[in-house]
């Protein structure tokens, strides 16, 4: 038995306006991704090398060492993906690979000095505006 026509109902929802916090966190946001871009500008810079920048990043501030491995397991893509995107970022010289003195096997991987420096020199007036975005 056949069945009937479906009927489609158009229905029309007015937009509602976006709350002040989610706005200035929005702006917040993109001024960071804009940041990214005036400290690396020379460099295509995508959400995942991001991240793993990032990770290092705060891997240095605590003064841990992170094999390529953990680094790679932690990326939230598939290993052979970040382990690709890692590579990449030691051939650009914004990582820098250190062998294991006791395991060959393993590496380790840090952030070059001038990365350190370039994220440092933004992360306090990013830091300062990040808490007004939130307080607000």
Known sequence: ??????????????????SPRSIALASFMLSIRRRRETVFPDLDVGDL????????????????RVSITALCATAGAPTSTALRHVNALIDSGIFTRE????D?????????????A????????????????LRD
């Open 49 to 64: 090398a991001w991240n793993l920048l990032l990770d290092l990043y705060i891997h240095h501030g605590v003064e841990r």
């Open 1 to 18: 038995e056949p069945r009937p026509p479906r009927t489609r109902i158009k229905v029309h929802m007015p937009l509602a306006a976006s």
């Open 118 to 133: 370039a994220l440092d020199q933004g992360r306090a007036d990013q830091f300062q505006r990040a808490q007004t975005t």
């Open 99 to 102: 062998p294991d003195p006791l």
């Open 104 to 116: 060959r096997r393993r590496a380790f991987v840090r952030l070059a000095p001038q990365v350190i």
